[in-house]
């Protein structure tokens, strides 16, 4: 789920995601709000660097925008996904809008969350309306946390890591805790021991590691290499997954892009903006990318009302490189 979305736009995608399938996005926020300022993050700066929940975009008017959505996919998505531009926990209607998700749609709820918030038992409650849970949690000393998550005033890692154990305890469905790493900042063997500490704790269903795989808000922020990420998932002291791709894979590569654009209007077929939007390329990317692919006869034109539409006429092939969800931006 890549880039800042318009102001106005609360729902994207669908789009394949290497952890979720084909997830509708939604999100709740805007401009860019959340309870950290991560060196890695994709979306840029944090805009408003709050711990503080409040109302943001209108729930009835984000419902309204995912039910029309739906009723243009000719088959529900595999999940809907509440991440986007900052920290969905920090939307006091965040179980309304789970609750009205779960009335409009079969799908499966995801929220990716930073979990700063969920040492509030009402977050935690509200948490509970989903069916799959990825609290991210990259730090455990709080001098680093403060160097890499440069955390709104009074959030503490002890704290977070208190609240997922309670949540853990609470909510019956997935919870697949990310751990992003970043060279030089989170990888010492202190803070990765203090890291599986925390994570046997917790005792999610599964870890899952990642680094840096988008341009940060930081310049100067360095992934550390896929070899590592896999001894480092090796060690963990329970299940644990590389889901960062071998570098030359990641979602931004041509040739992974171009295969979710296939497979994206297979199923729906989409205009020019719809594919930029998807795609988080600017316009003249965009139309390159789409006359490659009309020029290989992995799509064609459609005109249909004054409007082109393009249409995948191939499947996507097996073996094709999984598209990954982002480095842990748009938590
Ligand atoms: S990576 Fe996620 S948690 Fe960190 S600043 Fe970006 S949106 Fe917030």
Redesign the pocket.
């Known amino acids: 789920m890549s880039g800042l979305r318009p102001r106005d736009q609360a729902v994207f995608g669908p789009v394949p995601s290497r952890r979720l399938g084909l997830s509708l996005g939604v999100d709740l926020l805007w401009p860019?709000t959340?309870?950290?300022?991560?060196l890695?993050?994709e979306?840029g700066p944090?805009t408003v660097l709050t711990a503080r929940r409040g109302r943001f975009r209108d729930a009835q008017a984000v419902l309204a925008e995912v039910r029309a959505r739906l009723a243009e996919l000719a088959a529900p998505p595999d999940f809907i996904t509440l991440a986007g531009s900052?920290?969905p926990t920090l939307h006091l209607d965040l179980g309304l809008v789970l609750a009205g998700l779960r009335e409009l749609s079969p799908a499966r709820l995801a929220v990716l969350t930073?979990a700063t918030l969920v040492s509030d038992a009402q977050v935690r409650a509200e948490l509970c309306l989903a069916d799959v849970l990825v609290p991210?949690l990259d730090a455990v000393s709080p001098r680093v946390f403060r160097r890499l998550?440069r955390p709104a005033p009074g959030l503490d890692p002890a704290a977070m890591i208190e609240g997922l154990v309670a949540l853990r305890r609470q909510f019956s469905g997935q919870m697949w805790l990310e751990i992003l790493l970043v060279a030089g900042l989170n990888d010492s063997d202190e803070e990765l021991a203090a890291l599986k500490a925390a994570a046997r704790t917790i005792a999610p269903d599964k870890v899952q590691i990642n680094t840096v795989v988008r341009p940060p808000a930081v310049a100067g922020i360095r992934p550390l290499e896929h070899g590592r990420l896999q001894e480092i998932a090796a060690s963990f002291p329970l299940p644990a997954e590389v889901i960062a791709p071998p570098r030359g894979q990641a979602q931004g590569d041509r040739g992974v892009l171009a295969a979710q654009v296939v497979e994206m209007t297979r199923r729906r077929p989409c205009t020019c903006e719809d594919i930029e939007a998807m795609s988080g390329l600017g316009p003249q990317e965009t139309r390159r990318l789409l006359r490659e692919l009309l020029a290989q006869g992995r799509l064609r034109e459609e005109p249909f009302d004054r409007q082109v539409f393009y249409r995948g006429v191939e499947a996507t092939a097996p073996g094709a490189p999984d598209p990954s969800t982002p480095n842990?931006?748009?938590?």
């Open positions: 860019k959340c309870t950290l300022d991560c890695y993050c979306l944090t900052g920290e930073n991210s998550n842990g931006g748009c938590k």
